[in-house]
Antibody
């Protein structure tokens, strides 16, 4: 069974930092692209970032470029999202998602990040 | 940047009725790169359809997808209460990965 379990969310002040982790199991992690997708309270889905299978290529949404960094550990089967200079508009549930070419075939349950003073 | 418009915003129907959801893109999308997701209340999204018309694992055949170019549709032929959810379309293209704003389906 494919499992993706996020952790690391919480409450942080504006300008602060947070690192999300996503522990995966049930598939060969090192062969899949991975993504982060977020959802602000009561709003729709927004793609945040992607990393290819060996970590050599990453892409970001314009809204997080320069502030967020995606990375992965293919030995420990963990995906990361380092978030710096956080803003109120970054408040959202962050989903760890397995990529399958052009689409997303498995989603974690999400980790809530709240940016508030 | 690709702009997606899903309509209607909300659909309220009875069990057994047919739901028709639309996803219109501001530029041509390859039909190979159009997916739909279902998000039930309080749950994570799950893949419903990919490549426009291919059902994901364990998706019943009540769900079907079609379309090409800039216009795509998701049809739920015989609604059941568990189909109450928000449905998102998602193309892959020049703007990388993008989602529509969603259509809420209420089955009462």
């Amino acid at each position: 069974e494919v499992l993706l379990v996020e952790s690391g969310g919480g409450v942080v002040h504006p300008g602060g930092s947070l690192r999300l982790s996503c522990k995966v199991s049930g598939f060969t992690f090192s062969t899949y692209w991975m993504h982060w997708v977020r959802q602000a309270p009561g709003k729709g889905l927004v793609w945040v970032s992607h990393i290819d299978s060996d970590g050599s290529t990453t892409t970001y949404a314009d809204s997080v470029k320069g502030r967020f960094t995606i990375s992965r550990d293919n030995v420990k089967n963990i995906l990361f999202l380092e978030m710096n200079s956080l803003r109120a508009e970054d408040t959202a549930v962050y989903y760890c998602v397995r990529g399958h070419g052009a689409y997303f075939d498995h989603w974690g349950q999400g980790s809530l990040v709240t940016v508030s003073s | 940047e690709i702009v997606l418009t899903q309509s209607p915003g909300t659909l309220s129907l009875s069990p057994g009725e047919r739901a028709a959801l639309s996803c219109r893109a501001s530029e041509i999308v390859s039909s190979s790169y159009l997916a739909w997701y279902q998000q039930r209340p309080g749950q994570a999204p799950r893949l419903l359809m990919y490549g426009t018309s291919n059902r994901a694992n364990d998706i019943p055949d009540r769900f079907s997808g079609s379309g090409s170019g800039t216009d795509y549709s998701l049809i739920i032929s015989r609604l059941e209460p568990e189909d109450s959810a928000v449905y998102y379309c998602q193309p892959y293209g020049s703007s990388l990965w993008t989602f529509g704003q969603g259509t809420k389906v209420e089955v009462k």
